[in-house]
């Protein structure tokens, strides 16, 4: 199977604390793929790692067979905003804006007029089941509605993936349940990869493949 993204021989140092050691890993286009495992394993680096969030400190991370350490910041920023959407467990929602409002951020940074840039997001939206809630602010929303507000602004630049950190973490189970199914109806449809680090089994046995990370290294 293609890979979107590959990782070769990575490794990350915080302070004294090997956090991951010699990681190599391919990262299947079209896929749902979970990284699990416990507390400290490093999930949440490796992650930060193959979004280009950070760098490793030694080894070899590629895109589409494109390394990362050959694009200048500029085309790695553009990549970032283009082709890898991001949700975390807090989903970071701008107060003072609207559902629409915040999803349609990346595609104005991306270049995209107001008025069109707001048109793809209310398509987002209504995709993830909120179309009766685009003029509304986050503390208006619950907090599964803001964070299917977040996985909204991923998608909205049309990403070949969308990386989540505990995107579930603090919904409850209904919320959780509709969160899995937006993301299995998304790949189904879109062909959207998902690469997800989570604590939740049921998320994880939802997705086509899991990788398990312990100490610092792929078990």
Not at 77 to 85: D, F, P, R
Not at 127 to 136: A, D, E, N, Q, V
Not at 150 to 171: F, Q, S, W, Y
Request: net charge positive.
């Amino acid at each position: 199977m293609t890979s979107l993204i590959r990782a070769k021989n990575i490794s990350k140092t915080y302070g004294t604390v090997k956090v991951l050691n010699d990681i190599s890993v391919s990262i299947p286009k079209s896929r749902i793929v979970s990284i699990v495992g416990p507390s400290g394993a490093g999930k949440s680096t490796l992650l930060s790692i193959l979004g280009a969030l950070e760098k490793a400190d030694t080894g070899d991370v590629f895109f589409e067979d494109v390394a990362y350490a050959s694009l200048s910041e500029k085309k790695l920023a553009a990549l970032k905003n283009k082709e890898i959407g991001f949700v975390f467990q807090f989903h970071h929602l701008l107060p003072e804006f609207t559902a629409v409002e915040n999803v349609a951020i990346p595609a104005m940074i991306s270049g995209l007029g107001k008025k069109e840039a707001e048109q793809k997001a209310i398509y987002w939206l209504e995709k993830t089941g909120l179309s009766h809630r685009l003029k509304h602010k986050p503390a208006q929303l619950s907090g599964g509605e803001q964070q299917r507000v977040a996985i909204a602004r991923a998608l909205i630049n049309h990403p070949k993936i969308v990386m989540a950190d505990e995107p579930t973490g603090n919904l409850d189970t209904k919320n959780t349940e509709h969160i899995i199914q937006i993301f299995k109806d998304l790949n189904s449809e879109l062909g959207i990869t998902f690469l997800i680090v989570t604590h939740n089994e049921n998320l994880a046995r939802s997705s086509d493949e899991i990788i398990f990370l312990r100490d610092g290294k792929i078990q």
